[in-house]
């Protein structure tokens, strides 16, 4: 079995609760959605093996976890089994990056993650379907392991959006971190809309966070 892969990189961590930390990232490629903002669209892709894979993780030295990441890593559940399994068993930590959709798949690799960073895709943000139903679904397999969510925010992201995630957020788990993200490049035409929306979380005691993409700013991947 072999998976379709864009990269294989060591770098930090630039989004969420684990900005700074030292990762490989592992980049699946194909997402089951069109997000207006993304910014990991991908052309080409190489097919790897486990063997590959881990022997190039391995060359990479010592870092805090390994980042499946894409994409949308999901959807190669079965290669994805296989390498957060085979993970685990060499002592790696793994962090998985998703869109929160596909929970499902999610229940057949939950016991071999142990970071889940979940994003929730704002139809207002992403200009795609509404998603409210399964993104709740996944998140409350989620919480078996470690998980925090987060959004991007743009400039046509309604309160209307956030107001749902914030019940999503309160209904599953009060005190789940919730990081909101501006946008790259629109941060400084973003600023009072973040406040607002940080305001507006802190008043239904959301634990939340305005995190800007550090990766960006560094100027690295």
């Given amino acids: 079995m072999k998976a379709k892969l ?3 990189f060591k770098s930090i961590q630039g989004e969420g609760l684990y900005q700074g930390q030292e990762q490989v990232f592992v ?19 190489t097919k790897e093996d486990l063997f590959c894979i881990m022997e190039k993780i391995n060359d990479l030295g010592d870092f805090h976890s390994v980042s ?30 998703t869109n929160g959709v596909l929970y499902q798949n999610l229940r057949e690799i939950i016991d071999f993650i142990d970071i889940i960073s979940m994003d929730f895709k704002l139809p207002t943000s ?4 509404i998603l409210w139903k399964e993104h709740s679904k996944f998140l409350k397999i989620a919480l078996k392991k470690e ?13 209307q959006d956030l107001i749902e995630c914030i019940h999503i957020i309160k209904k599953i788990k009060s005190d789940l971190f919730f990081v909101l993200q501006p946008q790259n490049p629109y941060e400084k ?33």
Avoid at 27 to 45: H, I, V
Avoid at 147 to 159: D, H, P, W
């Fill in 147 to 159: 998980v925090f969510v987060k959004a991007v925010i743009g400039l046509n992201t309604s309160e």
């Fill in 27 to 45: 980049r699946f490629y194909g997402c089951n959605l069109k997000c207006s903002f993304c910014d990991t669209k991908s052309l080409f892709y």
């Fill in 126 to 129: 992403t200009n795609v379907k």
């Fill in 189 to 221: 035409q973003l600023k009072s809309k973040m406040e607002i929306f940080e305001k507006i979380c802190q008043q239904h005691k959301i634990n939340v966070k305005i995190m800007f993409q550090l990766h960006k700013k560094l100027g690295i991947r």
């Fill in 68 to 97: 499946l990441t894409g994409g949308e890593p999901l959807l190669q559940i079965e290669f994805l089994k296989q390498l957060a399994k085979t993970l685990k068993e060499n002592k790696r930590k793994v962090y998985l990056e």
């Fill in 6 to 8: 864009v990269e294989i």
